[in-house]
């Protein structure tokens, strides 16, 4: 088979299992089933089963993730549908995506340092928790490799929009904004997702808090650079 025929295969099997996936979740609301979830772990087994390289699949379905930028943009119309809500909490909000950022760069990359992983492995994690777009326009400073920032982004995603509802409930978290601004800072647009379908307020939190961490983690990134590596 060749490249161009195999990146168009990727790309066909890409949206065919999204969309079935869609439809499944639809009808068995289980997290195990969301499409973020379960669709990602079907495309690994069948790369890993067919023996096909990333380089392979991303041929084709390249332009899937440039769609990312113009999908977190969107998240801005409701934001701007519920600017009271912003202006009346403003100053919380802007703590903690600075203290969700600080936390989270600062995590990753002592982490990465005390298990000894690679530099350009250390780089990239400490951009995983912004979501795709600003992540990948952070990383330049930072000396990331785009490939490693996507992969660490989906599986932060992934797992934070997983266990959020679990932690939340174990620290006894109820208020809307609260897991709003959890989800939003840790799990980016995966976490966004959930966060809408657990209610408007919800949701609208994560989008604003998201977009914020992305924004600053763009802005610093130099600074960054320069304090960690």
Partial sequence: MSGIVLSQFCLLATLALYFANKKLYRRFHALPLMPLVLTPLLLVAILVSG???????????????????????????????????IKRHWMSLSAGVVTATLVAVTSSVWLARLFTLPDEVQRSLAVRSITTPFALAAAKPLGG?????????????????????????????????????????????????????????????????????????????????????
């Fill in 145 to 229: 490799q785009p490939d490693l920032v996507a992969l660490f982004v989906v599986v932060t995603g992934v797992f934070g929009m997983a266990v959020g509802d679990m932690l939340f409930l174990r620290l006894s978290i109820r208020a809307a904004m609260a897991k709003g601004a959890g989800f939003g800072a840790a799990s980016h647009g995966a976490g966004t997702a959930r966060s809408y379908e657990l209610g408007q307020r919800e949701g609208v939190v994560a989008s604003l808090v998201m977009m914020m961490s992305g924004a600053l983690m763009v802005v610093v990134a130099p600074l960054v650079a320069w304090v960690m590596f």
């Fill in 51 to 85: 023996h096909i390289s990333y380089q392979s699949y991303m041929g084709e379905a390249h332009w899937l993730l440039w769609l990312l930028g113009p999908a977190t943009i969107a998240f801005a119309v409701p934001v701007y549908d519920n600017l009271a809500v």
